[in-house]
């Protein structure tokens, strides 16, 4: 076969450094997340959809067939950091967790995880990043130390 062909759709999942709500002006949220998705543009992996609230962001993008899952999650954190900290001198403590959860997402499942991502206002009402967070581990079957999740 001549070419390198794939299809990789990813559900990422990260906070900001101990869940602060650093993002809770709505205006600096919607940049955020307008940001990462021209930043998941940039990297050759199209974001589907962003979205999120106050202490943490869901992006669900096609990765890209040369770029590592860790590679992509590194420059998403550090492009949108510098971002936010040029934005407002309140920004300046802004910091996104060490760590980030990835998840893969089949084709049939990809416009619901799109929603999924677009009423986080409503079922965080309810329910915390943590309690959220942990559901994923468990449905995805990942092994985790709760010592060691959240910084």
């Given at each position: 076969?001549?070419?390198?062909?794939?299809?990789?759709?990813?559900?990422?999942?990260?906070?900001?450094?101990?869940?602060?709500?650093?993002?809770?002006?709505?205006?600096?949220?919607?940049?955020?997340?307008n940001y990462l998705g021209a930043t998941c543009r940039g990297l050759e992996c199209p974001s589907l959809g962003v979205g999120g609230i106050s202490d943490h962001v869901h992006i669900l993008c096609r990765l890209?067939?040369?770029?590592?899952?860790?590679?992509?999650?590194?420059?998403?954190?550090?492009?949108?950091?510098?971002?936010?900290?040029?934005?407002?001198?309140?920004?300046?403590?802004?910091?996104?967790?060490?760590?980030?959860?990835?998840?893969?997402?089949?084709?049939?499942?990809?416009?619901?995880?799109?929603?999924?991502?677009?009423?986080?206002?409503?079922?965080?009402?309810?329910?915390?990043?943590?309690?959220?967070?942990?559901?994923?581990?468990?449905?995805?079957?990942?092994?985790?130390?709760?010592?060691?999740?959240?910084?």
């Open positions: 076969m001549p070419q390198s062909l794939a299809q990789f759709y990813l559900h990422l999942i990260f906070s900001t450094k101990e869940r602060k709500p650093y993002l809770q002006d709505p205006v600096l949220r919607a940049d955020m997340h890209s067939r040369t770029l590592s899952v860790a590679n992509l999650v590194r420059e998403l954190k550090r492009e949108s950091s510098k971002c936010v900290k040029k934005k407002q001198d309140a920004s300046a403590q802004f910091h996104w967790q060490e760590g980030y959860g990835a998840f893969s997402v089949g084709a049939s499942q990809v416009e619901a995880v799109r929603r999924y991502i677009a009423t986080q206002n409503r079922h965080h009402r309810r329910r915390s990043f943590q309690d959220e967070f942990r559901e994923f581990l468990q449905t995805y079957q990942v092994e985790y130390d709760e010592r060691y999740v959240w910084d």
